[in-house]
């Protein structure tokens, strides 16, 4: 059984989707002061959060980066916004993926599942798989954290995910396709520029480590990590 925090302003719509995912065996708890958004989602601690972009006060995008402050669950958008910058504004921010309305509540639930299961379930990186170094680069995948020396920064699942494979085979071509099968199970529904803003900000991480140009993009085909760095240790 997972927690759901809906952010959703629409109360008609947050009742359906409560009494929709309740159905799944889920908790449900949704938003009741809008200028207590984050104290209400550390205190119920979800495992997932349903995020609307146009609420009182602030809206989605802020919430989202309030809420990353202090957890790596899945947040997933759900707005009337169609525009392509919307989305990536959403996934700029810390989001994981993006929903348009009006939509179908079945892929609602199944974009849902998908996220619990690479989060907590069936996908969920198993303890031999937890670490990971190449020259010096640690990444910590149970604690989400990328590190090289003294220097630390903080990740995303997907953002792990990526860096997770584009370590295991370093210097190797990994395929745009083999990227998406392994963040998202239903990735016939992933705009393909969500990849691009997602190695953008795995870029902006090993920045902040200090690290440029270590993911070389192979046009047509998918990325490359090529260790550029150096480790004081």
């Given at each position: ?83 392509k910058m919307d989305q990536v504004m959403a996934l700029e921010n810390g989001a994981d993926d993006y929903m348009t309305k009006p939509f179908d509540y079945e892929l ?86 969500t990849l691009n803003v997602y190695v953008t900000r795995v870029r902006k991480k ?28």
């Open positions: 059984m997972y927690r759901i925090f809906i952010v959703e302003d629409d109360h008609q719509l947050a009742r359906l989707l409560e009494e929709h995912l309740i159905r799944f065996g889920h908790q449900i708890s949704s938003v009741t002061q809008w200028d207590r958004v984050y104290e209400e989602c550390l205190a119920y601690d979800p495992h997932l959060v349903l995020m609307d972009v146009n609420l009182p006060r602030y809206d989605g995008y802020y919430w989202c980066r309030q809420i990353r402050r202090v957890s790596t669950c899945p947040i997933i958008f759900l707005s009337a916004r169609e525009g609602v639930t199944a974009k849902i599942n998908s996220q619990l299961r690479r989060a907590y379930g069936t996908y969920a990186i198993s303890g031999a798989e937890r670490t990971l170094t190449v020259a010096g680069l640690l990444l910590d995948s149970e604690r989400l954290q990328l590190s090289l020396d003294e220097r630390r920064v903080e990740l995303s699942l997907t953002e792990c995910r990526i860096l997770e494979e584009l370590m295991r085979r370093q210097e190797q071509v990994v395929s745009r396709d083999r990227l998406l099968e392994k963040i998202w199970d239903d990735q016939v529904f992933v705009d393909d520029n090993l920045a902040a480590l200090e690290i440029t140009d270590a993911i070389q993009t192979v046009r047509g085909i998918g990325y490359r990590l090529t260790p550029t760095w150096e480790s004081l240790t």
